[in-house]
């Protein structure tokens, strides 16, 4: 299409989908394109400045699952924040919600804000990817470039939604495609936000089988 993709960036898991929850991913060469992917999930979780020279545009496409410690929404913002950094603009592609028919569990409180929860949202959310991108902007949650020639009078980010068609709330989205490694069907995407909080205790919730956060297992 006329297009000329420079580079890759790979959150969790990294570019394929196939690195374990938690395992750090260093940068590397995708075997089936050749294209040169930066992992967020390494060294750095924000792109560095350096990572974004020579591009006119930067996009954001990964499927989501709805629950708020799953990292995918804290590279997001990373990623919103260094575009904005950098005045780049940004497109994100909007995906369904597997979980995005209902909202539910606490709201994350400040001063237990990292990595697996940044911000101060309930466990299930209930938004897509595209409606928390425009919340983060709307609510003031990104933090804003240091560079006084960017952030001139509170320049606000330069960043695009496209939307999903066809998608309401109501709508009761499935996919056949893993979207990592421990969620191999829709019956562990559902399970997730209940029973990943397991794994904070001595209990397993089954990662590494094939019933991921649909068995719990104790000896």
Known sequence: SGINIVRVFSPEHGFRGDADAGELVGD???DKTGLPIISLYGKNKKPYDSQLEGL??????????????????SSLQYYMEAAWANN??????DRPNPNGHYVDGPVLEKPFSS?????SIPTVYGMTIGEYATMLVGEKWLTAPTDSSINKAGSPIQFTVIGCKNYDHSSMYTFNIAPSPNLPDMNAIYWYPTTCLIEGSVMSEGR????????????
């Open 28 to 30: 590397q060469k995708d």
């Open 56 to 73: 006119d545009i930067v996009v954001f496409d990964i499927q989501d699952v709805g629950a708020r410690f799953y990292t995918y929404i």
């Open 88 to 93: 780049k603009p940004l497109v994100i592609l």
């Open 115 to 119: 990595f697996v929860g940044k911000q």
């Open 208 to 219: 590494g089988t094939a019933h991921a956060f649909a068995h719990i297992g104790h000896p």
